[in-house]
């Protein structure tokens, strides 16, 4: 029985860092030197990156100063304890944003829930995530739960895989998935190019769906229904990109090499798992490619021969809103959605491995 997605919301947190703010504070935390404050004003010039959201900010953007915005990064390094105090603060208010969302557009009430499938890589806690989104949006006790951790920006797709499997299984399947990321809790100290270029992109958000089996007569512009999913591991790529928790936070490593390694395998790899479902590149109408960076952005394109105007949506959100790590995806399908553009989306991501991750989806009215 396919997948429908039948709802999606979208939350930010209430108050964003402009890009002039991030480089401020990029130079305060990173640059002990003057050439090394001025690669970092580069880096941050190159993400793209407009504006992000914050949980940790206050105030109105240019209206203080950068430390004052963000007092949770002063002159010393937060620790991970502290860290994850203020995730148990905050991830959990911007997940309800995203969920309520999903569940009115939907229209389904929050009690016929069956599924309860959380995606997030910035925190950890138990009881978690799920269990306050269980107590605040008075969902079933028996709510079936399943998390899905430290996956990195690819997260919710692999969410999505175990929510067709779940509605595979039961046709009466409600499924409830919620990716949240606080990214901006992992801020890095010190100087590491790697760790710059991360802190350089990475931004806050929530993302959720609802799902059920697609509708026997589904009625036009009712949703997305997901056709299928695949995966695949890049062979001798595994060290450039890792996660790795550390005293200070968690450490992303995100090496210059990723975009030319994605691109040499992406075009193969998709034409082989397009070919079974008699499509080819050439057939797909739209594509939710998740902007890692801008470099990895356009090196799908080019491996893939996309126009401008298919990796539009990808690129406004990232200009808009930063790298969300796994909710990052489900902000792009929600624009592709509203655009209502008929034919194949192809949805696709990445994270540490190097892994790809790929569904196929389409307009219910498709």
């Not at 090394?36 to 206050?58: C, D, E, F, P």
């Not at 829930?113 to 306050?132: E, N």
Request: charged fraction near 15%.
């Amino acid at each position: 029985m396919p997948l429908s997605i039948r709802g999606i919301g979208t939350a930010t947190p209430p108050h964003q860092v402009n890009q002039a703010e991030a480089m401020a504070l990029a130079e305060r935390v990173s640059a002990d030197n003057g050439s090394r404050a001025a690669l970092v004003r580069r880096i941050q010039g190159r993400t793209q990156v407009l504006q992000r959201g914050s949980v940790l900010a206050t105030g109105t953007a240019g209206q203080q100063p950068s430390a004052e915005r963000l007092p949770f990064y002063g002159n010393q390094s937060p620790t991970t304890a502290a860290r994850m105090a203020a995730f148990a603060d905050h991830a959990a208010p911007l997940a309800l944003d995203a969920v309520r969302g999903a569940l009115a557009e939907a229209a389904i009430e929050a009690h016929r829930i069956t599924h309860l499938i959380t995606v997030c890589c910035t925190g950890f806690q138990a009881p978690g995530l799920d269990l306050a989104l269980v107590h605040q949006l008075g969902l079933d006790a028996g709510v079936q739960r399943t998390h899905v951790g430290f996956m990195g920006c690819h997260g919710a797709l692999n969410g999505l895989r175990v929510a067709q499997a779940f509605v595979e299984a039961d046709a009466d399947a409600v499924v409830l998935l919620c990716a949240v990321e606080l990214c901006s809790l992992h801020l890095y100290y010190g100087w590491d190019p790697e760790k710059v270029v991360a802190n350089a992109l990475f931004a806050d958000g929530a993302a959720a769906l609802v799902a059920t089996a697609r509708p026997a007569n589904p009625s036009p512009g009712s949703g997305l229904n997901l056709l299928a999913t695949g995966s695949t591991v890049i062979p001798h790529t595994a060290d450039l990109m890792h996660w790795q928790i550390g005293d200070h936070g968690f450490e992303m490593g995100l090496s210059s090499r990723v975009p030319e390694a994605v691109a040499a395998q992406l075009r193969p790899w998709l034409e082989h798992w397009l070919q079974p479902r008699r499509l080819r590149l050439a057939d797909i109408a739209s594509w939710a490619v998740h902007p890692g960076g801008p470099r990895i952005l356009q090196a799908c394109a080019a491996a893939l021969q996309l126009e401008p105007h298919q990796i539009a949506a990808s690129q406004a959100v990232l200009q808009e809103h930063g790298n969300m790590s796994s909710a990052t995806i489900l902000f792009i399908l929600d624009r592709l959605r509203r655009a209502a553009v008929p034919g194949p989306c192809l949805a696709l991501a990445f994270g540490p491995g190097l892994c790809a991750e790929v569904a196929l989806l389409e307009l219910a009215s498709a």
